[in-house]
């Protein structure tokens, strides 16, 4: 989730409890029931209803997009989303949470996603997207979690979703601050942080201190190409994480979780995922701020077998100025990218190298609205040319990031 970062106000922020979790800090809370720093600043609007908390989020992204190599394309979209959060006490000891995102991709983008080469993952009129990011469906999460104190140190939470997120992969990229100013997902996407929009998931966890352990069952299923609906829980795959926040500045976790018929086009395959992430954030002064992450993560499939991804990406703020980048590695199959050879497993590992540059144009005045832009370099085998071309990869974009301020 966006962060804000008032130096007069973090015991504010501290003092305020998570809506997961009534033991954690606001600051804490992410996407699901994932963890980031605890120092992480939060963007946001946050109202009072005598005990009860609101906090609203989001982010939206009108931008020119043109990507190269005979799979790329132009293109004028708007990535979007917007997200709230309510807390309710019951007592000192015990709360209920209520959490709720939405987005307008579909509008924006249209159902064929937006041009982002080498990204895979879920379909289009019958047929696989490849280089192309899918769009997000109308309801991201509609979650209802309990929490209970049981003393200083020991707590426990329950959380349903219908959609909602399970407890398998790091904070969702748009939730992650390293990311948040990336209008791009990352390439590796399905095999780090996919499961964050899932129709049906019930997650059980304990806490000790900063450690925390949680399990899920949830719907393996990804959303299918109606984006305004809502699909048929299904309960039938299973993840555990454990996370560990061993001082303010950093969060880390490591989860694996078994995904049934994850594409629909492909319902026999099966995924064991793997990941482990480390969010490290700094902050620097008055409104200054460093926040990077590692993230890797293993898809175990039914037919390309074990495949792995690594990404590395890094934000840097300083009041009106931001620069970020990102650089990413992944395995992906002939399958996968959609070629057309006789051994579909065969695997073509791709990279991607980012930066980007944002100026705000109004800070800290209830709207930050920045203008940006960023330039990515991509590196693939040779093998590939005759279906990207022998030309050099990349991919550009303009666009205006409109989000509440600090």
């Known amino acids: 989730m966006p962060r804000a970062n008032h130096e007069n106000e973090p015991e504010m922020h501290m003092s305020m409890p998570s809506s997961i979790n009534i033991a954690d800090p606001m600051s804490r809370e992410s996407s699901g029931t994932a ?46 989303w917007i997200m709230g959060m309510y807390s309710h006490p019951l007592g000192d ?49 509609l979650s209802l979690s309990y929490s209970q104190k049981f003393d200083v140190d020991l707590s ?105 018929s994850p594409e629909a086009l492909d319902p026999d395959t099966k995924v064991h995922r793997t990941t482990a992430s480390a969010i490290y954030n700094q902050p620097l002064g008055r409104d200054t701020n460093w926040s990077t992450s590692f993230v890797w993560g293993q898809n175990n499939a039914t037919q390309e077998g074990k495949t792995q991804s690594f990404l590395i990406e890094t934000n840097y703020q300083r009041e009106r100025d931001t620069v970020y980048a990102r650089w990413e590695r992944v395995e992906k199959s002939a399958h996968e990218l959609v070629i057309d050879l006789a051994d579909e497993s065969q695997i073509f590992p791709v990279s991607g190298y980012t930066i980007g540059y944002i100026r705000d144009l109004t800070h800290g005045q209830g709207l930050d609205v920045g203008l940006g832009g960023q330039f990515t370099l991509y590196d693939y085998p040779d093998s590939l040319d005759p279906f990207y071309g022998g030309n050099l990869g990349y991919g550009f974009e303009f666009f205006l990031r409109i989000r509440p301020s600090l």
């Open 35 to 80: 963890w980031v720093p605890d120092s992480t600043p939060m963007y946001g609007h946050m109202m009072m209803f005598g005990d009860d908390m609101l906090m609203l989020h989001g982010a939206i992204f009108p931008r020119y997009t043109n990507v190269s190599t005979r799979r790329g394309d132009d293109r004028i979209d708007a990535p979007n």
């Open 93 to 141: 000891s015990a709360q209920l949470g209520l959490r709720a995102m939405m987005s307008l991709d579909l509008l924006t983008e249209g159902g064929r996603g937006y041009p982002l080469l080498f990204q895979t993952g879920e379909s289009w009129n019958g047929q696989s997207l490849h280089d192309r990011q899918h769009p997000h469906d109308l309801f991201s999460e």
């Open 156 to 260: 426990a939470f329950l959380y349903f979703g219908y959609p909602g997120e399970p407890a398998l992969g790091p904070p969702t990229f748009m939730h992650r601050l390293s990311a948040m100013d990336n209008p791009d997902a990352p390439i590796g996407h399905h095999w780090q942080d996919s499961t964050h929009i899932t129709f049906g998931v019930a997650t059980a966890g304990l806490q000790w201190r900063n450690v925390k352990v949680e399990g899920s069952v949830f719907t393996g299923r990804e959303p299918d190409e109606t984006r305004y609906d809502f699909d048929r829980p299904r309960f039938d795959s299973f993840s555990g994480r454990v996370s560990w926040n061993p001082i303010a500045n950093l969060a880390l976790q490591i989860s694996h979780g078994y995904i049934k």
